[in-house]
């Protein structure tokens, strides 16, 4: 697996461990959330940018 494919796989990680919290945490709600929340969306977002700017810088 090359450094491109573990940044997918990071990517799509993050999105799945966010989606699974946000659908048992009973603090966190479309307008807020609990601190765990808040990081994994962080974590989510930030893999994301990352990912979509390699996308769009790709020859």
Known sequence: ???KDDL?????AADREHR????????CTPESACAAG????ETFSR???AY???LRNKP
């Open 1 to 3: 697996m090359t450094g």
């Open 8 to 12: 997918y796989q990071r990517y799509m």
């Open 20 to 27: 699974e919290h946000a659908e048992t945490c009973t603090a």
């Open 38 to 41: 808040a990081r994994l969306n």
């Open 47 to 49: 893999l994301q940018d």
């Open 52 to 54: 979509t700017n390699r």
